[in-house]
């Protein structure tokens, strides 16, 4: 059984830093991604990786901002948020792929995480 547990959300102010974690268990070496989803939107994917770290995806919102890494050894993956603005305001869900590539289609993604909320403050 696969299992994602984020972790790390919180509230913030504008322009403040957050990193968030999710824990995989069940499988590991997959491509993984994290989504986003605010009130009254679609879920987003907001950053993607492969399964070795050698190649990353981010939407062009958070691009020099967010940075998204892994560490195969403990099966969990990041995503650090700097300058956060407080469009950022989700919930943030990570996602294990279908294989050890990376894409950003939701259909992609097999498993997800229960979420994590992230609340920016203007």
């Known amino acids: 059984q696969v299992q994602l547990v984020e972790s790390g959300g919180g509230l913030v102010q504008a322009g403040g830093s957050l990193r968030v974690s999710c824990a995989a268990a069940?499988?590991?070496?997959?491509?993984m991604g994290w989504f986003r989803q605010a009130p009254g939107k679609e879920r987003e994917i907001v950053a993607a990786?492969?399964?070795?770290?050698?190649?990353?995806y981010y939407v062009d919102s958070v691009k020099g901002r967010f940075t998204i890494s892994r560490d195969n050894a403990k099966n969990t993956v990041y995503l650090q948020m700097n300058s956060l603005k407080p469009e950022d305001s989700a919930v943030y869900y990570c996602?294990?792929?279908?294989?050890?590539?990376?894409?950003?289609?939701?259909?992609?993604?097999?498993?997800w995480g229960q979420g994590t909320q992230v609340t920016v403050s203007s």
């Open positions: 990786i492969n399964w070795s770290g050698t190649n990353t």
């Open positions: 069940g499988r590991s070496n997959y491509g």
């Open positions: 996602a294990m792929g279908g294989d050890r590539g990376l894409a950003t289609s939701r259909t992609w993604y097999k498993y």
